[in-house]
């Protein structure tokens, strides 16, 4: 990832209160050059509404948001020419072409070229249907017309809310490696949001997580499912029951689950010997063992204490 000392994105003690409820409470974040930031949260937790906020689509009830120094509410033209984005659904005229559909989008804007929008039709794989009316595109095809949308203007930031819905697999993937070749190759800042937590672990450089508005947490997605320490410890054991005590007696700040003869719960690395020992001191037959790092999802629903994601 490359990363800058000037971020591209500032938020500075953003909120927002409708009928005195408070829907963001003081958020700062900073994006920077060449990376893809993860926007995770369980449902009402306030993604969209900052999103929207920083696209000036809402009005910030106090803070700032900066975009490469510009401040969306006083400075909107220029700041907001240095975004791309599909906020929740591609909006397009079905009655068009997509490459149609484009070329007005293109009128928008200075500086876009024929050669620039082939060039965003290639990379996001619709040259052999560009052609064809919107109204015949299925869904995934919306989305990546959205997506060459965003980024006629070739802009510094692109903010995708969804981004891979209703891909099919081969086009989840295509772009993935899309937004992080645009990121680490050509410097744009990426905040994604998504509720596909095993496609976030594989795009996503950083990952931000709000909770009840406020940001409860920012790490790398490595540092935050703890890759190299932390595991996910499955013993298959006979007895199960007794290995349970035993477990729930040395382990007790340890949540321990059990499914018929399999054993689990979440240890260091570094621990695993000692877990493997203490059974076989007690007599505990084991037929295998395994120790994944946690995935992106289990530590998600740690964090927030089980809530689903949007």
Do not use: W
């Not at 064809?132 to 903010?159: C, D, F, T, W």
């Not at 992080?180 to 672990?201: N, P, Q, T, W, Y």
């Amino acid at each position: 990832m490359m990363r800058k000392n000037e971020p591209i994105v500032q938020i500075k003690n953003l909120s927002k209160k409708i009928n005195n409820k408070t829907i963001i409470d003081d958020l700062s974040f900073e994006l920077f050059p060449g990376e893809v930031y993860g926007f995770l949260g369980p449902n009402g937790a306030g993604k969209t509404t900052t999103i929207r906020m920083m696209v000036g689509l809402m009005e910030a009830t106090k803070g700032q948001v900066f975009i490469k120094g510009q401040s969306i509410q006083k400075d909107f033209k220029n700041a907001i020419a240095e975004v791309g984005g599909i906020v929740e659904n591609p909006e397009m005229y079905k009655f068009l072409s997509g490459y149609k559909n484009l070329v007005h989008y293109s009128r928008m804007v200075k500086g876009v070229s024929k050669e620039r929008i082939d060039q965003v039709v290639q990379l996001v794989g619709l040259e052999n249907r560009i052609h064809e009316k919107v109204k015949n595109y299925s869904l995934g095809m919306r989305q990546r017309l959205g997506l060459a949308q965003a980024l006629l203007h070739s802009p510094s930031l692109l903010i995708l809310d969804e981004p891979t819905n209703g891909l099919d697999p081969s086009g989840i993937h295509e772009i993935r490696n899309y937004l992080r070749k645009i990121a680490h190759e050509d410097g744009v800042s990426v905040l994604v949001s998504s509720h596909l937590l095993s496609e976030m672990e594989m795009m996503c450089d950083r990952i931000a997580i709000i909770q009840n508005g406020k940001l409860i947490d920012v790490q790398t997605v490595d540092d935050f499912v703890g890759r190299d320490l932390q595991v996910k410890g499955r013993f298959t054991v006979v007895p199960v029951d007794k290995a349970k005590t035993i477990l729930e007696t040395a382990y007790q700040d340890k949540k321990i689950e059990v499914k018929e003869d399999i054993i689990a719960l979440d240890i260091e690395k570094e621990d695993v010997p000692a877990v493997v020992s203490l059974l076989v001191k007690n007599d505990i037959r084991i037929y295998s063992v395994q120790a994944n790092a946690m995935t992106l999802e289990e530590k998600f629903l740690e964090v927030t204490g089980g809530n689903q994601i949007v």
